[in-house]
């Protein structure tokens, strides 16, 4: 995990302590995306303070631990820690169909995208830079848009 993150997380850490669920479904998801394997998962909900546990160990993760945090969270709906954590993120809207949980809406092209454009989007475990889009607005063309981004490139 980088460090900014990990600054993230220890300046949020009594809250963290105090609101994160670390119920059935939050550890299946955190097993299941690779931040933690089932034994250590045993090992944390044994501990005194599994919460805290959780979060110390979750910092120790690799690079792509936060990210798919988020994306748990999200999942679990413990989307106020999501905004203490990434308030970038909107999941206001999220209906449990989008594995991010961005808020997402239909976007004229014209509005979004000019003739010549980049766009970039989250994959659930990293960034990742589409074509680049050469091609003049369309009349009813619409595009899914995301809200936000969890880094910037």
Known sequence: MNEEDKKKIKRNLVALEKKLKLDDQFQRLSVQKRMFSQEMMDDIMEEDSPTLDYCMKLMLRGPKAFGRFIDALIETGQNDIVRLLAPNIDVRSFSGSNALGVSM?????????????????????????????????????????SSCLLHSL
């Open 105 to 145: 809406r239909n976007v004229p092209v014209q509005e979004l995208i000019p003739s010549t454009s980049t766009i970039t989007h989250y994959t659930g475990d990293s960034f990742a830079e589409t074509e680049k889009l050469y091609h003049p607005p369309r009349q009813q063309g619409f595009v899914l848009f």
